[in-house]
């Protein structure tokens, strides 16, 4: 583990006698006292996450604005000063560079963030596809520290330390100038959890003592310490995609169901021909949801089935437990994509039966439980 980057957490993650894994060469934590007890607390309180491992990037420049709509799929041009958008970078042929958040400033000041498994290969791409473009690009990931507070209890945690009411702060939005028990910070109201929440963006030297303020805080609240096992449960049940699983260089964003995410009709990206010639002449594949109806947990990898013919493959498979059921999602044929349709799953050589539902097997309650 001595070649694996560490988060400025690493003391805390010890003392919390975390177990640790290697994640994208960061030494990162998959759980404290168990993913599912972490995975319910963000569900009915609040979890906190060290997701320092996350890359951020910023660009400005007079042509910043110009620049990033030639690199994403997502119409930067809609957005406010202090709002963020979920967007996509493509490679010339429609497959994922990465998906990513873009954060704007004003017209000439913008922050990308970014997966830690592609920080050097995003950055690597948004030099080469510079151009002409006069902006500066600089990689600041190893400069911030990101906290993430994920719950319907979050924002009750968290205005305990703000020095500005966090209900101005609306979903997508942020405030760059904001105190975190008297440390600078910006906080976006966004996640990857499918609940309400809040990502904390501070100098290195700042996280540990939010970090530890937020859990001493939210000890009334239930609020847990969250690994990165809880995260992925978290986001799967909300059917939000992870980079190498549901999307990919050999995964376009329309074949994995995000078009709402891909602005044809706004000026030319990377991509974008490749993206209009698939929505023209039709999927060859789609990401579809299952419930299986036999026994047994289906994993990334495992092919789908139906009368003996494979139609695809699985990129997610868990027990939810939030549903306690075994559920997955799979890109397959879309002739075979109807809600309600039976396959097989093939596990460890047995195929067992499944049925097709609506990928998005978690939505978040109107009615908040304290």
Known sequence: ?????????????????????????????????GLTKEHESVRHYAGLFDVSHMGEIKVKGIEAKAYIQSLITNDVGILEDNQAIYTFMCYPNGGVVDDLLVYKFDENNFY???????????FKWMKENKQDYNVEIKNISSEISELAIQGPLSQKILQEICNENLDEIKSFYFNKNIKVNQNSALVSRTGYTGEDGFEIYCKNEDVENIWNKLLEIGEKYNLKPCGLGCRDTLRFEAGLPLYGNELSEDITPLEAGFSFFVKLDKDNFIGKNSLEKQKQEGLNRKLIGFELTGKGIARQGYEVGVDGNVIGYVTTGYKSPTLNKSIGLALIDPNYSEIGKDIDISIRKKKVKAKIINRRFYKKPTVIHA
């Open 1 to 33: 583990m001595e070649n694996l980057k560490k988060t400025y957490l690493l003391r805390q993650h010890e003392a919390l006698r975390a177990k640790m894994i290697d994640f994208a060469g960061w030494y990162m934590p998959l759980e404290y006292e």
């Open 112 to 122: 990308l963030v970014i997966n830690a498994s592609n920080i050097e290969k995003d």
